[in-house]
């Protein structure tokens, strides 16, 4: 790099490192688009008994219920409107400068998350949310929809 009468002129290469130092992202190629998560949620179904007949209450012939696990895939889209993205920010500088501690972090981040969320699906309760993700695919949703690395995955 050298500079001449206020011009400053740098090679090929060091242009190429600026670059690729920026992250550039062009936003022509950035699109939002559906996450599929797989969601945990019980289903009542009746009690049946080893012949498959209904087990029921002896008071009022109602049949039992159970709970039985299962699972079904959420289609999501990783839209992150400005007001949730500044709060990210806030919660980020939060962290960063040590006001609060990652731990103090997490219900933040997933309340976040749920909100991205509620987009695609209005009718989940937050209750619900939280009984049927896992922690682990919040965590991984919170750094698919808020962070730099999201835009970079979406260049072609």
Known sequence: ????????????????????????????????????????????????????????????????????WHTRTAEIYDLVPLPLYNRMVKLRDQIQSKKITQEEAINPMGDLVYEVWQASEPWMTKEHFIASVHGETIAMLFMRFFTKSRLQNNKA
Do not use: H, W
Not at 20 to 48: G, H, I, Q
Not at 52 to 59: K, S, V
């Open 1 to 68: 790099m050298s500079k001449s009468n206020g011009v400053i002129e740098i090679t090929e290469e060091e242009a190429k490192q600026v670059i690729e130092t920026m992250s550039t992202v062009n936003l022509d190629e950035v699109t939002n688009e559906v996450v599929r998560v797989k969601v945990s949620e019980f289903k009542e179904v009746e009690a049946l008994d080893d012949n498959g007949e209904p087990i029921c209450n002896p008071e009022t012939g109602e049949p039992y219920k159970r709970r039985v």
